[in-house]
């Protein structure tokens, strides 16, 4: 994700007044959004890093965009998920071309708190692997349920009908929970 | 007509119209079994939402609109490692106190839009120490780090040292050089070269990479780095050649 530092490119409205109050629709939204556009992108990455920039990336091109869509949050959200896609292919391609040197692995495997408590650590484990058994759909529309986001908000940012949405939160939710229980057991 | 497994969902989400609400919380009123199944929705949808919090990392400190000042001495690391510049023209406009994040509290907190440095012209490369640097990044990194210099430089010249720091610091010395940082990786964009670099790593990195043009240069397992000298890593390879 590159940048180009050139402010005030994005609100570049010749009437002041309209620069002026996406601005502050701007600033608004940013308060409002930030974390938990940040938390959706770190359970849905288990990045947090990538979580953070692909969320300040995502404000910077509501700036750019010079206007706010009709459902910012939803917007947002789908400008990350792109973002994020698009990151993880590069960081795939990345690691296929390293792998290409001989006697050498791919790195970056996180290393393990050591103070973390197993039992702790293992719910986390098995929460991570159930949301990877899900579809992407149905583990962005979980996660952006529990993340605080509206069903209008998730339809728009996942392409869905709203009237779709609850039939998707019921039906990852209940993947969820199998997959969980499979791994780790009913919850306590 | 008992309520579906969505709409029970829906209003423990709170996401019914008030009308229809009220005509699910009447039939459990009186319908044991959807009673059950109400309660069953909440305290499942309840513990998802636990399950998911395990996930949770700190959300970045980020813009303070009443505190400005405050908000830029308390940059973290974190953000500083995210941070993706770029360098146009002047390579002075990408020393860390003019990264994007800076610009955006810059922009949250009502500033007027800060103009473009109009930075006096590059310097051309000079041989000199580091007070001289004209751009950089810091990425946080304790691993692995990956350095992509996008084109082949004939007399450029990387300078790597281990050092005590946390963070790994990149620095350019000329030219017009854009950066991309994320995830133990520093893509660098010399299409205008500036042909002498600087790289600071932690001392306990284990892995280090130079790509130049994606052929690998350098690889700290084939030619490990001592601790208490720098290692010059020439940027010239070009895989048309």
């Known amino acids: ?188 | 007509m008992h309520p579906t497994d969505e709409a029970l969902l829906a209003l423990t989400h709170g996401e019914l119209e008030r009308a229809a609400a009220e005509v699910v919380r009447a039939h459990c009123a009186g319908c044991a079994s959807c009673a059950a199944r109400a309660a069953a929705a909440r305290t499942e949808d309840g513990e998802i939402g636990r399950l998911l919090g395990l996930l949770d990392h700190p959300v970045p400190r980020l813009p303070v609109p009443a505190g400005r000042g405050a908000a830029r001495r308390g940059r973290s690391a974190a953000l500083a490692a995210s941070l993706a510049l770029l360098v146009a023209g002047a390579a002075a406009a990408a020393v860390p106190g003019t990264s994007l994040n800076r610009w955006l509290r810059s922009r949250l907190d009502g500033a007027p839009p800060t103009a473009p440095r109009t930075a006096p012209p590059a310097p051309t490369p000079v041989p000199s120490g580091p007070a001289q640097a004209a751009s950089g990044v810091e990425l946080r990194t304790s691993r692995s780090l990956v350095i992509a210099f996008a084109a082949p430089e004939p007399d450029g010249v990387m300078a790597a040292t281990r050092t005590d720091r946390a963070d790994a610091a990149f620095r350019a010395y000329g030219g017009a050089v854009a950066y991309q940082v994320g995830n133990g990786r520093i893509s660098v964009n010399n299409r205008q070269p500036a042909r002498r670099y600087t790289l600071e790593v932690p001392a306990e990195l284990t892995d280090l990479t130079v790509t130049v043009a994606g052929r690998v240069v350098f690889h700290s397992t084939a030619r490990p780095m001592p601790a208490d000298s720098a290692v010059a890593i020439p940027l010239s390879a070009d895989p048309g050649r």
Request: glycine share 6%.
């Open chain 1, 1 to 188: 994700m590159t940048f180009h530092l050139r402010p005030g490119t994005g609100a570049s409205s010749a009437d002041a007044d309209d620069a002026s109050s996406f601005e502050a629709a701007f600033r608004a939204c940013y308060a409002a959004r930030f974390a938990s556009l940040f938390s959706y992108l770190d359970r849905l990455t288990g990045d947090a890093e990538l979580a953070s920039d692909a969320a300040q990336e995502a404000f910077v091109r509501l700036h750019r965009r010079g206007e706010m869509p009709d459902e910012p949050a939803g917007w947002l959200v789908a400008v990350a998920n792109n973002l994020v896609r698009d990151e993880r292919r590069r960081v795939t391609r990345q690691l296929r071309l390293l792998s290409e040197e001989p006697g050498r692995a791919p790195s970056g495997t996180p290393a393990p708190d050591a103070a973390a408590d197993l039992e702790r650590a293992e719910q986390i484990d098995a929460v991570r692997r159930a949301l990877d058994q899900l579809t992407l759909r149905d583990r962005q529309a979980l996660l952006l349920k529990h993340g605080g986001y509206s069903y209008r908000e998730i339809a728009a940012a996942l392409g869905l009908a709203e009237s779709s949405v609850g039939t998707t939160l019921v039906r990852a939710g209940r993947a969820f929970r199998a997959a969980f229980e499979e791994l780790h057991g009913a919850p306590d």
